[in-house]
Every structure is written in C-alpha cells, then in structure tokens.
C-alpha cells in the first residue's frame, strides 16, 4: 500500500487543483499550513496520509463530459477575418457563453454514512493510480489547463483523507486551445504585448496575433509572430513548487503588436498555425492605444497589491482575502471604461508554490488585462525564498523564486 500512497499522493499533489466543498473541511487546518499562513488551501491537506478505500456504496460523477465545444478552426487561408463580440469576454467571472477557457460542470455524489468529512476533489490529469441522505450535487467552474479532470470523493477530513469513489473523466474539446490573454505595455508607447497560455510547443504548431485598426476603412488585418516560453520543476528553487506543487504550465506565448496609433482602438486574436496550416484561434478582445509622448491626456490607472485568488465557485476557500479578491475583479470589470491601465504591484496569486493557481489567477483577471494594460511587479510571495537575495529572507514565495512571475 506503501506504493500506491506514494502514486496517489503525488497525483494528486503534482495536479494541485482540489475544490473543497465542505464547509468543515474547508475551516480545519492541521500543522501543515502554519508554514504557509494559512494563505493556500491546498497545504493544509495531509495527503502524506492518504489512502485509498474504495466503497462500493459511494459513487461521484461530473457532466457534461465534452465541455468547450464552441471550437474555432479554420482552414488555411491568406487572411482570416473575424469580428469583435464583448458578450463572451467576461464569460470566467460573469457567466455568459462559455469558450474553450472555462465552463461549469455539475457533480453529482453518494456516500452510504456522510459526515462533515466529507470533501471533493479535482484531479488533473485525470489518470492516477491510485448529511441527511448521503447525497447530493454541486457545480463546479473548471477552466482549461490542458489537460483532462476527474473528480475525487473523499472522506476523513483533511488531516486523514481516504479516497472513496472516482468520477468519469471529463475534458474540454480542444486542452492545448489558446487562453487567457493579458495586455501589457511594450517597450515603446506605441507598442502593446499580447501573452496568452497554450498546450502547443512551437514545434507543433505557430503562434502568432491578428490585429488591426477599427474604426478605418478598409484597415488591413496583420500578423505578429509570438515569442514561446516554458519552464519545468527544476526552473524551481524549492518545495512545494518544485515538488508536490508542481503542474506543467504549459507554454507561455508573447507578441509585441507595433507601430500603433495614438489613442485608437485596434481588435486583436491570438491564433496558432498547425503544420498542416489550420488555424486554432483564441478569444477576440479590443484595446485602446496609448497617446503619444507630450500629447495632453487624461491617463487613468488602479494601483493595488496584495489581491489574491477567489474562485467564483466557491470552492478552495479559506483565506479571509478570498471574497475581497472576487470584490475587487468584479469592480475592476465593471469599471472598464473609466481606466486605461491597472498595476498590480506584488502578491499576486498568493499560490504559494501551488502552481496550478496561477492559472485560475490569470482566468480571474483575463477579463480585464485582456482589454488594458495589467503591469505587475513582483511581491515577496512571488520572488522571496532562501538564499535568493531577498531583503527579509524568508521564503514567502515557497520554491517559486519569481519564475512563474516572470513567465
């Protein structure tokens, strides 16, 4: 049995995307997570004492199972055109039709002898070896992180967790499709970045951004190549990033739009180019170009830090600053047209070496860096850890030491 804890605990672990959904579940917390300050859910569960007890009377299953079945592709041609829709770009926080970024799932659960143990998880990749009437359903906001989910029943709390029944896999139609675009400001005034996150390496398929002016006639649509970054666990300087939470991050992809007019408002797409020349293209957004230098302008901006993660699900709460992170981007998002750019300086995600975190961070604010520039700058819980040159010395980022910042 040894074994199979080990496996399972690093399936588990290695994925780090749990939802707990017990409210005593979610309030407990075990020796574990006083070295994180009670900030990341995921460190307060035990799961070095993890074991697998499959009942035959419980039983869990997630639907649908196909989820982000609004595919765009294309076939090869000269130039793709395509038209803007706001209705679908806040679709991760304000429902809405949902695309290949996220979608709500509804799991469906039994247990013979339910208790306020009792927690569900999320497994991701799905494969791993490994209180009335004891049932019951709850939904789920899963987003696209490139690989398939399974859902995991639990008893015992989290201080002795034991498995008790997998769900069926679920998936999104397309894992590796384009997500999650955030704008920054480029090295020149008149240059904007795109980045967004993928399953394709360069290797396999091209990245690149269609953009072009709106509001001019007959404005030709253009194509800037992205740049394509990744990192592994040994990019990583410690536990738990490099270790149980670690998750493939996918790749990282970046194109400098350049050469813009001050002050119009330009569209803009990601899209990757297979090698049989489809297209698989992301979400379509607009932005608003900076002015140019000595131009009298009004400039607004947000400035905070210290945000955090808050899934709209409800579900990995336990932090205080959880509900004051769902406040915030949900005013950011009503607010855009009164701001033309946000700074966000230091303690982002607050995933504390829990990598997977970073993508529901940057689900959370795609709705907004995805329609002005969102400048960051590292906070101790990105950049802080031992031996690494910190002010304060500690290590607040635990194993992140910037990298996943900086990508």
Not at 327 to 347: C, M, Q, S, W
Not at 402 to 407: A, E, I, Q
């Amino acid at each position: 049995m040894g074994a199979a804890r080990g496996v399972l605990q690093a399936a588990l672990l290695l994925a780090a995307a749990f939802l707990l959904v017990s409210p005593a579940a979610a309030a407990a917390v075990n020796s574990t997570s006083a070295t994180l300050d009670n900030i990341q859910p995921l460190s307060t569960l035990n799961m070095a004492a993890a074991r697998v007890a499959m009942d035959a009377g419980s039983a869990i299953r997630a639907s649908p199972e196909l989820l982000g079945t609004n595919v765009s592709i294309t076939q090869p041609r000269a130039i793709q055109a395509y038209e803007i829709s706001e209705s679908h770009l806040f679709s991760s926080l304000a429902g809405g039709r949902q695309g290949e970024d996220s979608a709500w799932v509804t799991v469906n659960f039994t247990t013979p002898a339910p208790t306020d143990g009792h927690w569900i998880a999320l497994f991701s990749p799905a494969d791993f070896d490994f209180m009335s009437s004891g049932s019951g359903d709850t939904s789920f906001l899963l987003i696209n992180q490139r690989y398939d989910y399974a859902f995991g029943l639990f008893s015992g709390g989290k201080d002795n967790p034991k498995l008790v029944a997998v769900s069926n896999k679920i998936s999104f139609a397309n894992p590796k499709a384009p997500v999650f675009p955030r704008l920054s400001q480029g090295k020149g005034w008149n240059e904007m970045a795109v980045t967004w996150t993928s399953g394709y390496n360069v290797d396999e398929a091209y990245p690149f951004v269609e953009w072009r002016m709106n509001g001019k006639e007959n404005a030709r649509a253009r194509r800037s190549p992205a740049d394509t970054l990744t990192f592994t666990r040994n990019h990583l300087c410690g536990k738990p990033a490099n270790a149980e939470g670690y998750r493939d991050p996918g790749f990282i992809h970046t194109a400098f739009l350049k050469n813009l007019w001050p002050n119009r408002e330009y569209s803009y797409q990601m899209g990757h180019e297979l090698l049989d020349g489809t297209i698989v293209w992301g979400k379509s957004s607009t932005f608003r170009a900076s002015p140019s230098p000595g131009q009298a302008s009004l400039q607004r901006i947000v400035v905070f830090g210290d945000m955090g993660l808050g899934q709209s699900d409800g579900s990995n709460e336990l932090a205080g600053f959880q509900p004051g992170a769902q406040v915030t981007t949900e005013r950011l998002i009503k607010d855009l047209p009164n701001y033309d750019a946000v700074f966000h300086i230091g303690d982002l995600s607050y995933a504390n070496g829990f990598l997977a975190q970073w993508d529901q961070f940057t689900a959370q604010i795609s709705p907004v860096a995805s329609r002005v520039p969102y400048m960051v700058a590292s906070g101790n819980h990105e950049r802080t850890s031992r031996d690494t040159g910190g002010f304060y010395g500690g290590d607040d980022s635990h194993g992140e030491c910037g990298t996943r910042r900086s990508n």
